[in-house]
């Protein structure tokens, strides 16, 4: 009789809980295109698995990885698997010699070098700042033109006129594992893209509203930038100067997976890095919104887990993809969300690994 008055205890309190989560998300239907097949270009190969681990000293989620003029890696991280309360910016030196170089308080996504070799951060406590060499901060933005909060700012480039341009994926929450999956299953346009003249210091918005707005990346001629919205596995591209100016296009559409970070090389090509590929069953209950209230209103631990899978595609200035580099199993490199390249080598960090993975390209 006890084990049956334990067993309604713990129900009145779960049934009610679940009810509660499952009211607090309002998503919207939608119908992804069927996914690509892995075959040509795309054919599954285990080049990650080589790569060599750069040890954060404990932190985990490298989001984005810069180098200044001597060669040495910055990346922001945050205090531990699936914990964004605390976070730093990094220097790993040459000799991989790690030193806190900026104590955010804060998971730091976008970084960048402007033409002072200030380092400009995206930091989800303060927004956009600048740091300077001698680690003198100072806040740009942390509001767009709207009045509305940068909670969850992310991808970051700045073109030679030292205009800074970014994304920021909400400016309802802070970011949290359970927000991410709000976010996730919801598909509702938030935060939005965004340019900083740091002349006038004013921000203006260039596109209100992205679906989970992420990496950002501007052309070789600067003509126009790319932005990746992560949950619609597609990149924009919005175009600066020209007859285009102001307009937004499609980039690539309908990718193998949930793509997070981008860059651009030297011949004007870009590398995407992704966060893992795309979830048959996330896919079919996209399109059944009472079906989506019910998966977030479960425990943390019956939610569907993504797949390990490390994944960075070359892809040209059309978007065509050149080549693709893969840890399918994940694991050596379960996650290749950031991806920079150096002197021959790519650097991909991700949101949770305590390294970051450094791969010698040999054919590009």
């Known amino acids: 009789m006890s084990n049956i008055k334990s067993v309604f205890s713990v129900m009145s309190i779960a049934i ?72 730093k910016i990094l220097k790993i030196n040459l000799e991989g010699k790690i030193e806190i170089f900026y104590d955010a308080g804060s998971w730091v996504a976008g970084l960048h070098f402007d033409n002072q070799n200030n380092l400009i951060a995206l930091s989800h406590k303060q927004g956009l700042i600048s740091i300077s060499t001698d680690k003198k901060v100072t806040l740009l933005a942390n509001k767009d033109d709207k009045g509305r909060n940068f909670l969850i700012p992310n991808g970051l480039d700045i073109d030679s006129k030292q205009n800074m341009y970014f994304t920021n994926t909400s400016s309802e929450s802070p970011y949290t594992l359970k927000y991410g999956r709000k976010l996730i299953l919801e598909m509702k346009p938030n935060g939005g893209l965004y340019k900083y003249n740091p ?64 860059s651009v090389r030297e011949d004007g090509t870009f590398w995407l890095g992704f966060t893992t590929k795309r979830n048959d069953a996330l896919d079919k209950i996209h399109t059944k919104p009472s079906i989506k209230k019910i998966v977030y209103g479960l425990p943390q631990w019956l939610q569907p887990k993504e797949d390990k899978f490390g994944m960075v595609m070359h892809l040209s200035e059309n978007g065509k993809i050149l080549n693709t580099y893969f840890d399918p199993i994940g694991n050596t490199m379960p996650e290749a969300g950031s991806v920079k390249e150096l002197n021959g080598f790519l650097y991909m960090g991700g949101d949770n690994l305590p390294y970051i993975g450094k791969y010698k390209l040999l054919d590009n």
């Open 199 to 262: 002349a006038t210091k004013e921000v203006k918005t260039l596109i209100d509203g992205t679906y989970f707005g992420n990496g950002v990346v501007i052309s070789k001629d600067e003509s126009f930038l790319l932005m990746v919205e992560t949950t619609k596995y597609r990149i924009l591209k919005y175009w600066i100067i020209g007859e285009k100016a102001g307009k937004i296009e499609v980039f690539m559409d309908n990718l193998h997976g949930f793509p997070n970070g981008i």
């Open 16 to 87: 009610p809980m679940f009810l509660i989560q499952s009211c607090a998300i309002k998503p919207l239907a939608w119908k992804p295109q069927k996914k690509p097949l892995f075959e040509g270009v795309t054919k599954l190969n285990n080049e990650l698995t080589t790569i060599e681990k750069i040890d954060l000293g404990g932190w985990v989620g490298a989001e984005d990885i810069v180098f200044d003029s001597k060669g040495n890696l910055y990346c922001g991280v945050h205090k531990a698997k699936n914990d964004f309360s605390d976070g």
